[in-house]
């Protein structure tokens, strides 16, 4: 019998999971490793998902039940008096990050998830890969997965200079308790997907699962991106922590200087609606990152294949990272199924998954044309300073791209 293939994962997150889950199901041998030894499940906020993300997990022996994600059944345009403007009947589902990373990471075996493992570079030859990490040690295969994400070791050594891009804006982000919120702000809230666009800027709110994925009324959470123009000098000070270190384009939550999230806090109360404006100066610990969006002119490279952040990331718009990842991953291990010649497949891979990288980044930069268009003076921004909300609402998501879950077709999936 011939040996099994191996198959090398670095990333132990949502695209690594699927992809080593997948993969060993079309046959090979897998091995994970993860640079952090923690538990990833207690990062992660708000998050974003369709229907086929939920189809791979079902793929990979994941029970997809109806509290892994919270329907919203319309969405409204609040203005800035708390008056619904708009109301469509376009509808969402919101999740959290760890409802869908953790029983993945339940799903994959313990012995082949190496954590606390860097990988620093990969050598190849024409028989096999190896991952040298930075402990020294080293592991060799037939395949290296990079699943390693927007700050990618291997695609920085296959692609140097290809790097996210800033789009001019920053994004807040933070979850309220639905019990603490006003009854008026729960009210007009709670079962919507709110939009609002003051001057220059948008925000988007949802109500989420709970703890323990709690959907019950009274047990949910509440929560909200709001986007902000921010200069390159401007985003220099908010991601420089209070001894002068800088991180770049995103910063450890409890690193963000207390100074900056009370001015976005007042900033909250006077300039976005008086309801919004609440949900956001109640939360606890808020989140901050620079907006960027990144392709890649090419996804694979001998052995080595790039999948997910790694190689597009797309603005948060289009709500599609893991959906994205996910069906990066599902497309890989159908593309080197069994025995289908590596090199063959890692062609099908690059040439399908390409083109839907460049769609969806396109798409997300697309939605953010106005949010961008911000950092240009008024009589300069043209077109793009001019927004629809009502067309922002119709196209937010990617609905040409991926699609709202279909619980029914889920569960038949599933019988
Ligand atoms: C902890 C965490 C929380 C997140 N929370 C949210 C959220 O709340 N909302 C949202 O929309 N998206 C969130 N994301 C992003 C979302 O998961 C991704 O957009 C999407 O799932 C595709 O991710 P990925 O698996 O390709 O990469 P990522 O999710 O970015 O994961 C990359 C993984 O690779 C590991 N890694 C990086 N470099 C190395 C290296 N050299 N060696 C070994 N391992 C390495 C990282 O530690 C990380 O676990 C989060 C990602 C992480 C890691």
New binding site residues.
């Given amino acids: 019998m011939a040996q099994r293939r191996r198959a090398l994962i670095?990333?132990?997150?949502?695209?690594?999971l699927l992809a080593g889950l997948l993969l060993r199901q079309a046959g090979w041998d897998v091995t994970l490793?993860?640079?952090?030894a923690g538990d990833?499940a207690d990062?992660?906020?708000?998050?974003?998902v369709a229907h086929e993300l939920f189809e791979v997990m079902i793929r990979v022996g994941i029970k997809v039940e109806r509290s892994l994600a919270f329907p919203v059944h319309s969405s409204a345009w609040i203005g800035q008096d708390d008056r619904i403007v708009f109301e469509s009947d376009r509808y969402w589902f919101g999740s959290?990050?760890p409802i869908i990373y953790q029983p993945l990471r339940k799903a994959f075996p313990t012995s082949d998830y190496r954590a606390g493992?860097?990988?620093a570079r990969v050598e190849q030859d024409a028989n096999s890969v190896t991952a040298i990490f930075t402990d020294g040690s080293r592991e060799h295969g037939d395949l290296l997965v990079a699943?390693?994400?927007?700050?990618?070791?291997v695609r920085r050594q296959f692609l140097p200079g290809v790097e996210p891009r800033s789009a001019g804006y920053i994004a807040w982000r933070g979850i309220v308790p639905e019990n603490e919120m006003s009854p008026k702000a729960h009210k007009l809230l709670i079962d919507t997907s709110a939009f609002s666009f003051p001057d220059g800027e948008q925000t988007l709110s949802l109500p989420i699962p709970g703890a323990n994925n709690d959907t019950r009324p009274g047990h949910r959470r509440y929560y909200f991106i709001w986007y902000r123009p921010a200069n390159s000098a401007r985003q220099a000070e908010l991601f420089t922590d209070a001894t002068g270190r800088s991180h770049g384009v995103s910063i450890p939550p409890p690193l963000i200087r207390p100074e900056f999230i009370a001015e976005m806090k007042q900033a909250a109360r006077t300039g976005l609606p008086p309801v919004l404006g609440e949900v956001v100066q109640r939360a606890a610990q808020p989140l901050l990152q620079s907006i960027t969006d990144m392709e890649v002119p090419q996804l694979v490279f001998g052995r080595v294949a790039l999948?997910?952040?790694?190689a597009f990331v797309a603005r948060?718009h289009v709500?599609a990272?893991?959906t994205?990842?996910a069906l990066d991953a599902a497309c890989l291990a159908d593309c080197l199924r069994d025995d289908a010649d590596l090199a063959t497949g890692l062609q099908r891979y690059e040439r399908e998954r390409m083109a839907f990288g460049r769609a969806i980044v396109e798409h997300s930069r697309h939605l953010g044309t106005y949010l961008e268009a911000q950092l240009k003076p008024a009589a300069e921004r043209g077109a793009a300073g001019i927004r629809d909300p009502r067309q922002i609402i119709a196209e937010y998501g990617a609905p040409h791209l991926v699609h709202q879950l279909d619980w029914d077709r889920l569960e038949a999936l599933q019988s």
């Fill in positions: 670095v990333g132990g997150s949502i695209g690594g490793f993860e640079r952090s990833l990062r992660g906020a708000g998050l974003g959290a990050w493992k860097t990988l699943a390693d994400g927007v700050f990618s070791t999948l997910g952040d790694s948060p709500a990272g893991t994205k990842a």
